[in-house]
């Protein structure tokens, strides 16, 4: 099954090659395998074995980075002038990587000592 023709298949995606993460955000896509065209873990027999955990961490590292941290980036950039074409390596990844800074909202992640448990 060929997902990277799929995923980018006109027929289905409105201007598919744009970055729009929003169009999700009331959307009620299955991403477990059941919406063919919508298969970012596989589907069937090979469908990615950690569907449940790796879909719940993504959600707990995110919040996390957004909870704990303000992001900007450098040089006075602004979000609109990022560059977010992609690369085909072994997977996708971003042409020119992202730069970002983080400034820790808490005091006790200012500190150079973080402790995690
Ligand atoms: C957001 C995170 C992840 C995404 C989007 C993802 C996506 C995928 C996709 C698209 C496949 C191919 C399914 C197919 O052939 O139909 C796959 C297979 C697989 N994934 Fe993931 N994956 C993720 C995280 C992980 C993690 C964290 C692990 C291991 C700890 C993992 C282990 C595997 C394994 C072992 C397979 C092969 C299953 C098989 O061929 O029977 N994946 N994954």
């Not at 990277?4 to 006109?10: G, L, Q, S, T, V």
């Not at 201007?15 to 009620?28: I, T, V, Y």
């Not at 069937?44 to 879909?55: D, I």
């Not at 979000?79 to 400034?103: G, H, T, Y």
Request: aromatic share 12%; charged share 20%.
């Amino acid at each position: 099954m060929n997902a990277y023709a799929i995923h980018r298949d006109p027929w289905v995606w409105e201007d598919p090659l744009s970055f729009k993460p929003e169009q999700f955000l009331n959307s009620s896509l299955d991403y477990q395998g059941n919406d063919f065209h919508y298969i970012p873990f596989g589907g069937g027999r090979r469908v990615c074995p950690t569907l449940n955990m790796a879909s719940k961490i993504n959600r707990f590292l995110l919040a996390s980075l957004v909870h704990n941290f303000e992001w900007s980036l450098p040089n006075g950039m602004k979000s609109n002038e990022l560059d977010m074409q992609d690369a085909f390596m072994a997977v996708l990844v971003k042409a020119v990587p992202l730069s970002v800074m983080p400034r820790a909202k808490f005091r006790n992640l200012n500190s150079s000592v973080c402790e995690t448990r």
